[in-house]
C-alpha cells in the first residue's frame, strides 16, 4: 500500500472532504479511526499526532509501520503542519 494514498485519506479528513469517526481509544496513546472504509490506528504522544501505526484499506489491504520504515516515510510525515493540527483537533478526547 501507498504511503501516499494513506496521506491523502489523512489530508482529505483534516480538510473535510470525508468524515473522520473516532471508533476506539487505547492506552499508550493509540486511537483507532474510520474514514471512508478506511481503518486506521493512530498512535498521539505529548506533542500531538506521532505517527500512523496501522492502516486497512476498504478492499482489505494491509499496511504498517513494518511496511513504512522500510521506505522511511510514514504517512504522518507528509502532512502540513495545519494538516496535522486540523486531525489533531478532530482526535481530541
Known sequence: MNTRTIYQCLRDAALGIHALSVE???EHGLVD???QGW???LAMDAEGLAQ???CQ???GERAGL???QRYGTNPTDLLSLWERT???RLLAP
Open 24 to 26: 476506539a481509544r487505547h
Open 33 to 35: 479511526i474510520a474514514i
Open 39 to 41: 481503518q486506521l490506528t
Open 52 to 54: 500512523c501505526v496501522h
Open 57 to 59: 484499506a476498504p478492499n
Open 66 to 68: 513494518e511496511d513504512w
Open 86 to 88: 486540523q486531525l489533531e
